[in-house]
């Protein structure tokens, strides 16, 4: 299992937003498989926060106290788990039909200043029940034991 930290609401949104792309700067490898979704300690600033964060988190939360708590609130931690089922460098002359399917995700970006643009694609996200503390890391780290034998206690793999 690997590890993915993301910056807090987009950490939230992966895992129960409906988030199913991840955008990147660079390339993380060919890993596919398990990923743990951690709350990094930063926090993405209101100006980057999408209509589609937006939406996702209206349809979630009636309380913005509530969603302060639970979605900002909640940093340092894994929330849950995704799979990884693809990655793909974002350059339309060369990506097949199903890759283009996921650039037409509402969650996908393509900053107008990147030279590349990576996207990873994300499906069945399983939340964690009690988020469990842990140092999270840049690029797609490797979750150590002792935290993949916590995450295994709350979700059935």
Not at 48 to 58: D, K, Q, R, S
Not at 120 to 133: F, W
């Amino acid at each position: 299992m690997r590890g993915l930290t993301v910056k807090q609401p987009w950490a939230w949104a992966i895992v129960h937003g409906g988030k199913d792309v991840e955008n990147r700067s660079r390339s993380l490898g060919p890993y596919r498989g398990l990923v743990a979704i951690h709350a990094g300690l930063g926090e993405a600033p209101l100006s980057e926060w999408t209509p589609t964060l937006h939406g996702a988190m209206a349809d979630t939360f009636t309380d913005p106290g509530v969603m302060v708590r639970d979605v900002l609130g909640c940093r340092g931690v894994v929330i849950g788990i995704a799979d990884l089922v693809d990655a793909h460098e974002c350059d339309w002359a060369v990506m097949d039909e199903e890759q283009m399917s996921c650039c037409l995700s509402p969650w996908a970006e393509y900053p107008p200043d990147a030279d590349v643009w990576h996207h990873l694609t994300l499906a069945n996200p399983r939340p964690l029940a009690r988020p469990i503390p842990w140092r999270g890391a840049l690029g797609l780290w490797t979750v150590p034991a002792e935290l993949e034998a916590r995450i295994r206690e709350q979700v059935a793999l």
